[in-house]
């Protein structure tokens, strides 16, 4: 029998715990906590599927607990009462301090594209709610939901910014609250058309592609020359001509029309930067499929579609313990240097947590019985 660490336990050995401690101290976190602490409320929502879940698995592993970190014991209403009572600032802090760390990971990585400056996409997901349960979440009259939007940094798949809101709240008014880093590129959905906020974004020194509505009125100023067998039909220096267009955005907009070739879709893009070629703005589009495979691989597997309280500090706590458990196993992959995708190397943890097996040993023997996922969709999402 291989007497080592867990799985569990290794991938906790890159979690800063220092880090941890000062933003727990930083909220009073384990005030007047006796049994249960916040790091073994972090490890339960690290793990846990449902308040039951979590009680009956765990303490069927009750003698590995303590080797994994945990001091307290597990129950439903003490995890539930936790979710409830502490502060999700803890949490939301130290989510940060793993993306500083991720971040700083990756930041010399090759890219699928040739740029110099960061690449980042945003969007939002919604995860609906029983509003007799969550009367604060409003979205509909019958429904209750909040939005986690997200800003995705996409050289390292990594959430560099997340604010939850209620379901009602409309994407583009998050533009606002976007922290913007001077000459980096910021791709949309077509959703974030408002032109007083692009152009708010284009004063602050920052570029953005997004894809225009079918709609937009404009006036061609000049064409460049066309790459008909990159797929560009058009690239044109416009002007928007409305009344309201022209006073939000009263500068000049380059307009691109690209063709799929592979499914006969035209596409027409906006951005304020002239200076990359017509087929890259393109290409920045194409790679906005990484923040739309993050929401779907968050909501199912990090289990943020049953929370374990029904206040908005607990549905916050656990939407960030479940981001920074994504995180850790960002981290832990570039440590490590895990060859395969950062997804199937979730996957792969997931079963195993409780198995004494070297991580890199157990990546490896997976990969041999197993396929990476080969991802080959990304165009379906220009039909949004």
């Known amino acids: 029998m291989n007497s080592g660490k867990t799985v569990f336990r290794q991938l906790l050995q890159f979690l800063p715990r220092h880090d941890f401690n000062l933003c727990v101290r930083r909220y009073r976190g384990d005030y007047r906590a006796r049994t249960f602490s916040t790091f073994d409320q972090f490890l339960c929502l690290a793990y846990g599927e449902s308040l039951r879940d979590i009680e009956t698995c765990l303490n069927s592993h009750r003698e590995k607990l303590y080797h994994i970190g945990f001091r307290g014991s597990v129950s439903r209403s003490t995890l539930a009462d936790s979710c409830e009572r502490r502060d999700w600032r803890i949490f939301q802090d130290f989510g940060h301090v793993l993306i500083r760390m991720a971040q700083q990971l990756y930041c010399d990585d090759p890219f699928a594209l040739e740029l110099d400056q960061p690449l980042y996409a945003f969007d939002s997901t919604t995860i609906d709610l029983c509003l007799s349960l969550f009367p604060w979440a409003e979205f509909r009259t019958t429904k209750a939901a909040v939005k986690m939007h997200t800003l995705l940094d996409l050289r390292g798949t990594i959430p560099t910014y997340v604010a939850v809101t209620t379901g009602k709240v409309h994407d583009v008014r998050m533009l606002d609250a976007l922290p913007v880093t001077e000459d980096a590129i910021y791709t949309m959905d077509k959703a974030y058309t408002d032109f007083s906020r692009l152009y708010a974004l284009h004063r602050q020194g920052a570029f953005f592609v997004i894809r225009a509505k079918d709609n937009l009125r404009f006036k061609r100023l000049y064409s460049a020359a066309k790459d008909k067998d990159g797929g560009v039909r058009a690239d044109q220096t416009i002007a928007l001509v409305t009344y309201k267009s022209k006073k939000d955005y009263p500068e000049k907009l380059r307009r691109v029309s690209y063709v799929d070739k592979e499914r006969n879709k035209r596409l027409v893009f906006l ?114």
């Not at 992959?333 to 199937?344: A, E, G, N, R, V």
């Open 271 to 384: 951005t304020n930067n002239f200076a990359i070629p017509a087929t890259t703005v393109a290409e920045i589009y194409k790679q906005r499929w990484q923040v739309e495979l993050f929401f779907k691989w968050v909501k199912g597997h990090l289990r943020i579609k049953s929370f374990y309280g029904t206040s908005i500090n607990a549905v916050k706590s656990q939407i960030w313990v479940a981001l920074s458990i994504y995180l850790l196993v960002v981290i832990a992959k570039k440590k490590l240097d895990i060859p395969c995708q950062l997804y199937t190397f979730l996957q792969i943890l997931e079963v195993n947590l409780f198995e004494k097996k070297s991580i890199l040993s157990l990546v490896t023997d997976a990969l041999k019985q197993i396929q990476d996922p080969q991802v080959d969709n990304q165009l379906n999402l220009f039909s949004y």
